[in-house]
């Protein structure tokens, strides 16, 4: 079974101070993992995705992620956070397990904001 | 940017009654997805729909609910006999070999 914590349910910054939100999951297989964010009255946007390639992955609008195994996690990170960036994260996998249908489990999210 | 498309955007039913939930997919996608989210809770998957069948589905995904393709762009959500607790945002989102990408979502209230 896969399952996903997002360690923090509200993240507050600064304007122009870097961002870190963290995430870490459990797979039995080799998984994929993607962060989301949601705008509000907004669909689900995705930020980045990490699929068994480099462990660095870039996203859109400046942001980050490093897939480390050892430590099961996959935290999001921004050197410098935008009054745009505030929004709804999510931190999902996708578990690679074989006939899986590719389902997605998400993390609880995390409120992520900006003050000016 | 190709995007995926829900109606309605919101909808409001009354306990006991069918509603079918809309979604257009990127055109060019072969996989499609049903996942919702409770107020408060968590966004959980429903079903996966792959090559005209069901490939996945979650113990959400009992007899009251329905997926089918009708035609080559739309893909539904039919839920009937709707419960108060099926109260909820329901996500369509369709993939290709990357990421899903999700529609804006239908509010689905059940008085």
């Known amino acids: 079974a896969q399952s996903v914590t997002q360690l923090d349910s509200h993240v507050s910054v600064s304007e122009g101070t870097p961002v870190l939100l963290r995430c870490n999951y459990s797979s039995s297989y080799s998984p994929s993992l993607f962060w989301y964010v949601q705008h509000p009255n907004k669909g689900l946007q995705l930020l980045l995705k990490y699929t068994s390639a480099a462990t660095l992955v870039k996203g859109i609008n400046g942001f980050e992620a490093e897939f480390k195994k050892s430590e099961t996690s996959f935290h999001l990170t921004k050197p410098s956070a935008h009054m745009s960036d505030a929004a709804e994260y999510f931190c999902?996998?996708?578990?690679?397990?074989?006939?899986?249908?590719?389902?997605?489990?998400f993390g609880g999210g995390t409120r992520l904001m900006v003050k000016p | 940017e190709p995007e995926v498309t829900q109606t309605p955007s919101h909808q409001v039913t009354q306990m006991g009654q069918e509603v079918i939930l809309r979604c257009v997919p990127i055109s060019n996608h072969l996989y499609f997805y049903w996942y919702r989210q409770i107020l408060g809770q968590k966004v959980e998957f429903l079903v996966s729909?792959?090559?005209?069948?069901?490939?996945?589905k979650s113990e959400i995904f009992d007899d009251q609910f329905s997926v089918e393709r009708p035609d080559g762009s739309n893909f539904t959500l039919k839920i009937r006999s709707t419960k108060l607790e099926d109260s909820a945002m329901y996500f369509c989102?369709?993939?290709?070999?990357?990421?899903?990408?999700f529609g804006p979502g239908t509010r689905l209230l059940v008085l």
């Open positions: 729909f792959y090559n005209n069948e069901i490939s996945e």
């Open positions: 989102a369709s993939s290709d070999w990357g990421g899903q990408y």
């Open positions: 999902v996998v996708s578990e690679g397990r074989p006939n899986a249908g590719n389902m997605l489990t």
